[in-house]
């Protein structure tokens, strides 16, 4: 008896929330589902847009799995674990954001069941990282290299990566013009890993077909004084002068104090405050250079100082933009124009002022460095410009790691296909529960092929099973064969030129299984109440000193005066 009426023990303050055990890990498993839910429709050169309206009234629109996860807000800590994962694919890798959260997903919806009916996590972890590794290992027997081959071949080869990626997005159906752009691009910069080296700047106006790209750089014209118009707008083989340094007429600060003695003295005060700025700008002028870029503003008498001399100069120039200069002409930003010699300024074959739309663009092309290049975006709505950026810096960095990596894997849900039934085949070789384990993470792996066909309103099951034939063929022949959209039937991937770099299949793969393993090993979630009373007291003080204060106030103020 003495037992039963022992007090029970407190160990967490009171309104902490706990939840444990097979309850906790479910929920967590449908919260996960419930994110992927929404990006689910998103998949693939058939999948849906998705329209985001954020508290600040802006809208944007997006197929990009990464984007859509940043702007979802989700607070469920279990959910936020997908949310990183689709950034980190995102960071890495530049696609197949939607993939890893829906595998992720996947993975954790095969797991339920099995959680269901008592089977312990850690089993299912175990059973997982070894599918997960065997996957992987799968993916690099069956990727095809593009190294050794001509200029030209590699060019084909990384247009059509950047194809299979541009397909799924808003600009999808202009996706072989942009391609070679981005390969291009890619190319361009050439063993630089610098994305900011490629510049993408969105001008509104006209059709998607008018954008366009520049070996080298363009930059939106900056603020301009008078004079400004008098200066030539176009130069052959110029020399560049790039500066740190304001070339404004300075006046002395005001507090200063200066005391003559005779009145003729401040003549020459006046003149010293000119003297330095002729003499500043005749030094930019005998270094050679025929175009003064400056970080800082140009003002309006080194304008006219300029046009004068047939020179050309922009201020207030974009920090971004003027290392790109720099990289592209071999110049070197000067903070000073002391002792300019040939050795800092660059060069290029052709400098021009062109009109884009509405804008004009100062345009440096022929560089001799040629570590960049830049892509003038065009198009109607502002969102739609600014979806065509996100889809752009996908291709560039699927095109980037296609580059380096020089691995390629047949696209449209072949390879998961391929690796489904490879694991199957494996998971009649181990004896247990971890045949079932293994068999229902290949299960899991036809959620690609399956969201492709059900994003383009093709009947999923009837594909699948032509594809699940196609694949056990013994020979093997069947393993590059993936969805045909086009027919909605299936098709051969490789020949029908859908690639990806074998690097998203392995990154996506990895960073799916990880994720599922992590919210599978979580069986307690303990959430911490907010101190209510630390708040009250916080709030009470406040009061009390805002009270006091306007007392003592009202007191000075109703005070004689003595």
């Not at 967590?28 to 992927?36: L, W």
């Not at 600060?253 to 002729?278: F, G, H, M, T």
């Not at 699948?464 to 039937?489: C, F, M, W």
């Not at 991937?493 to 960073?511: D, H, L, T, Y």
Request: aromatic share 6%; with cysteine; glycine share 8%.
């Amino acid at each position: 008896m003495a037992t039963m009426l022992q007090p029970q023990i407190i160990l967490l303050k009171e309104g902490t929330d706990t939840s444990q055990g097979k309850p906790q890990l479910l929920s967590n498993i449908n919260a996960c589902t419930a994110v992927a839910d929404v990006v689910r429709s998103t998949l693939g050169p058939r999948g849906m847009d998705k329209l985001i309206h954020d508290e600040k009234g802006n809208t944007t629109i997006s197929n990009d799995g990464a984007t859509i996860m940043k702007l979802l807000d989700i607070i469920h800590p279990a959910a936020k674990i997908l949310v990183d994962i689709a950034k980190s694919q995102d960071s890495e890798v530049g696609d197949g954001t939607t993939t890893v959260v829906l595998l992720a997903a996947e993975f954790l919806k095969e797991a339920k069941p099995f959680i269901e009916d008592g089977v312990h996590p850690q089993n299912l972890i175990r059973s997982y990282r070894t599918a997960g590794h065997l996957a992987i290992e799968k993916v690099k027997e069956l990727a095809v290299s593009i190294e050794g081959k001509s200029l030209e071949e590699k060019k084909s080869l990384l247009a059509n990566c950047a194809a299979t990626s541009l397909s799924s997005k808003l600009i999808g159906g202009e996706k072989d013009f942009f391609a070679s752009m981005v390969v291009d691009a890619v190319l361009a910069i050439g063993n630089d890993d610098r994305l900011n080296m490629i510049g993408i700047k969105k001008v509104p106006g006209g059709n998607m077909r008018d954008s366009f790209l520049v070996n080298g750089v363009a930059f939106k014209k900056t603020f301009s004084y008078a004079g400004f118009e008098q200066q030539p707008k176009k130069f052959v083989n110029p020399k560049i002068l790039l500066l740190n340094i304001e070339l404004e007429l300075k006046s002395e600060k005001e507090n200063a104090e200066i005391r003559l003695s005779d009145p003729s003295q401040y003549q020459s005060i006046v003149d010293a405050e000119w003297n330095i700025i002729y003499d500043k700008l005749d030094k930019c002028v005998k270094s050679g250079a025929k175009i003064i870029l400056s970080r800082l503003a140009i003002g309006d008498l080194a304008t006219q100082y300029f046009a004068d001399r047939d020179v050309f100069c922009a201020g207030r120039v974009t920090e971004e933009d003027l290392h790109r200069v720099a990289a592209a002409t071999g110049g070197t930003i000067q903070t000073t124009v002391n002792n300019v010699i040939d050795e800092v300024l660059g060069s290029c074959e052709i400098f021009e002022e062109k009109q884009v739309g509405n804008e004009r663009f100062n345009i440096f092309s022929g560089c001799p460095s040629g570590q960049t290049a830049t892509i003038v975006l065009r198009g109607g709505a502002d969102q739609f410009i600014e979806e065509a950026e996100r889809s752009l810096h996908d291709a560039i960095m699927i095109v980037r790691r296609a580059v380096k990596n020089s691995t390629v894997v047949a696209g449209g849900g072949a390879i998961d296909m391929e690796i489904s039934r490879y694991l199957r085949q494996h998971a009649r070789t181990i004896a247990g529960k971890s045949q079932l384990f293994i068999n229902s993470y290949a299960k899991a792996l036809e959620i690609i092929p399956r969201q492709l066909c059900d994003n383009a309103g093709f009947d999923a099951t009837d594909v699948l099973n032509k594809l699940r034939q196609k694949h056990a063929l013994p020979s093997g022949e069947g393993a590059l064969y993936g969805v045909d959209i086009n027919t909605g039937g299936i098709a051969d991937s490789f020949a029908n030129f859908v690639w990806e770099p074998s690097v998203v299949k392995i990154n996506a793969i990895n960073a799916a299984t990880e994720a599922a393993c992590l919210i599978l090993s979580v069986d307690e979630t303990v959430k911490n109440p907010k101190s209510e009373s630390a708040q009250g007291d916080a709030a009470a003080s406040a009061m009390g000193r805002g009270r006091g204060g306007a007392a003592f106030r009202g007191r000075g103020r109703g005070m004689r005066r003595r």
